[in-house]
């Protein structure tokens, strides 16, 4: 009795070793299937990526230091001007 008993726990955990087995492949088909529609959607909405919006991101900070540069460059030589001009005479 104790040998039958002993094959049958046996044969519990080689089918518990293949089911956890199964189970692992079926877990990783679910995730490669999930990435893959996920990426499709993701392309499907013209959803930009990470690098392009980090680089565009700097593209405009960059921009807007060089407006902020010009802009006061420009009151510089506005306020020059104000101060060279001279009153037309009439005549």
Do not use: C, H
Request: net charge negative; hydrophobic share 40%.
């Amino acid at each position: 009795m104790t040998q039958t008993s002993g094959r049958i726990f046996d044969e519990m955990a080689r089918l518990m070793n293949d089911a956890a087995g199964v189970a692992q492949g079926v877990r990783r088909e679910f995730d490669t299937l999930f990435r893959t529609q996920a990426e499709r959607i993701l392309r499907d909405l013209d959803v930009v990526q990470r690098e392009e919006f980090e680089a565009v991101k700097e593209m405009a900070r960059l921009a807007r230091e060089e407006n902020e540069a010009l802009k006061a460059r420009i009151e510089v030589l506005e306020a020059k001007g104000t101060k060279v001009k001279k009153p037309a005479a009439e005549g």
